[in-house]
């Protein structure tokens, strides 16, 4: 997972994923209504046609590891200007003052739900202590968490059926981070194991945070746990950030230090 970028950015140019039971991409998530058309945006398997550079000085204002309310801002706007290019979508919504308050991990936890549960899917519940550190240990090397570190048992006692890894240096903050991931992961755009359209990888950091994993994926109870990670400094870059996606069948790991419900109220998210 090696690869420069321009402008000192950089994606991998692979992703992880594990599979550890034939069910673990079916069905819907949890929470999400059965009919596409209920959806706003895109969902895996269709991604956007194209890659789009943010749209706002985000790139060229704020350096790696600004986390600014004025830096947060343009990637906010950034992030909305793609949603309504790629996706006739609206942009995020969210108290900003109260997410300027958050530590980088809660912020990364954050954004990914704000993604999922905007576009109709169910959100990860918790912020697992476990979960984040196989993330912490990938960011601070610079690269994806190892997948071999995920369990398969949590605390708890869930199952881990699925398993999925980001990681992008250089983007900011975790809402730059989300923007390439989300908006920049396609043809033209950052993810260097994208070279074309057809490449399998495209748009692959995006289909793991957009992952469908949910109730039916485990035939009875199925959690979304998320583990994420931040560092200052890793593999020459001033803003390492990762996430680690786990569907889990059963309950959700039990060592949550954030949680999906304490975001919403202290965000105020509807």
């Known amino acids: 997972?090696?690869?420069?970028?321009?402008?000192?950015r950089r994606l991998p140019v692979s992703v992880g994923v594990t599979v550890l039971t034939a069910a673990a991409l079916l069905g819907p998530a949890t929470g999400a209504?059965?009919?596409?058309?209920?959806?706003?945006?895109?969902?895996?398997?269709?991604?956007?046609?194209?890659?789009?550079?943010p749209g706002t000085s985000l790139l060229s204002s704020c350096s790696a590891g600004d986390n600014s309310s004025t830096c947060n801002?343009?990637?906010?706007?950034?992030?909305?200007?793609?949603r309504l290019t790629l996706e006739k979508m609206g942009g995020l919504s969210f108290s900003?003052?109260?997410?300027?308050?958050?530590?980088?991990?809660q912020q990364l936890?954050?954004?990914v739900n704000l993604e999922r549960t905007e576009r109709g899917l169910a959100p990860a519940t918790?912020?697992?202590?476990?979960?984040?550190k196989i993330a912490q240990a990938g960011a601070q090397a610079g690269r994806d968490p190892e997948m071999g570190s995920v369990p398969r048992r949590l605390p708890g006692g869930g199952r881990t059926a699925y398993a999925g890894s980001t990681w992008s240096g250089g983007w900011i903050n975790a809402l730059g981070a989300d923007y390439a991931w989300m908006y920049d992961d396609g043809p033209g755009g950052s993810n260097l194991a994208c070279r074309t359209a057809s490449s399998?990888?495209?748009?692959?950091h995006r289909d793991i945070l957009l992952t469908s994993f949910g109730y039916a994926s485990c035939h009875g109870q199925g959690e979304l746990a998320v583990g994420t990670g931040h560092a200052g400094q890793a593999a020459g870059y001033a803003e390492s950030d990762t996430v680690l996606m786990t569907g889990v069948c059963g309950p959700a790991p039990a060592d949550a230090v954030f949680t999906w419900t304490k975001a919403e109220k202290l965000l105020g998210i509807r």
């Open 73 to 82: 801002q343009l990637a906010v706007s950034a992030i909305g200007q793609a």
């Open 33 to 53: 209504s059965a009919g596409p058309a209920a959806h706003r945006g895109m969902l895996p398997p269709g991604n956007p046609a194209w890659s789009m550079k």
């Open 126 to 132: 918790v912020l697992s202590k476990s979960l984040s």
């Open 200 to 204: 399998r990888l495209c748009w692959g």
């Open 1 to 8: 997972m090696r690869g420069k970028l321009t402008g000192q």
């Open 96 to 105: 900003l003052p109260a997410y300027q308050r958050l530590t980088p991990v």
């Open 109 to 111: 936890f954050v954004v």
